[in-house]
């Protein structure tokens, strides 16, 4: 067994959901998509300041994670934010630490 499937399927999706999300270059695409407000044909790697294979890379975890997704047009592929995905990931996040917040747990110990 996998050390990580003794946790709950929730807390094992917000790692791997954070994992994907750590870098800053795949935080630069999600920005940039969102910022162009429409779906990518071109490359992105002409405004991200890594190679095209890395950039490459870097989408394909962003797609597998579902937080975008990539339609074939021809020779090109055409990039999208998966909206209700990100949706559903914000929601995780929030319940997670919401539920932390909550306990309202005084770390500053009185003398």
């Known amino acids: ?4 499937e003794a946790f709950e399927p929730e807390l094992q999706e917000l790692a791997n959901f954070a994992k994907v999300i750590s ?14 407000k429409t779906c990518i044909s071109g490359d992105i790697s002409d405004v991200i300041p890594l190679s095209r ?9 962003l797609r597998d994670i579902g937080l975008i997704h990539g339609e074939i047009d021809g020779l090109k592929i055409n ?3 998966c909206c209700s995905s990100i949706s559903e990931k914000l929601l995780l ?17 009185t003398p």
């Open 53 to 61: 294979t890395t950039v490459s890379q870097h989408l394909k975890e």
């Open 23 to 36: 870098h800053p270059a795949r935080l630069a695409i999600l920005k940039y998509l969102a910022e162009t």
């Open 93 to 109: 996040f929030e319940t997670f630490f919401a539920q932390i917040k909550d306990k309202q747990i005084n770390c500053n110990p």
């Open 79 to 81: 990039y999208c934010l």
């Open 1 to 4: 067994m996998i050390k990580t």
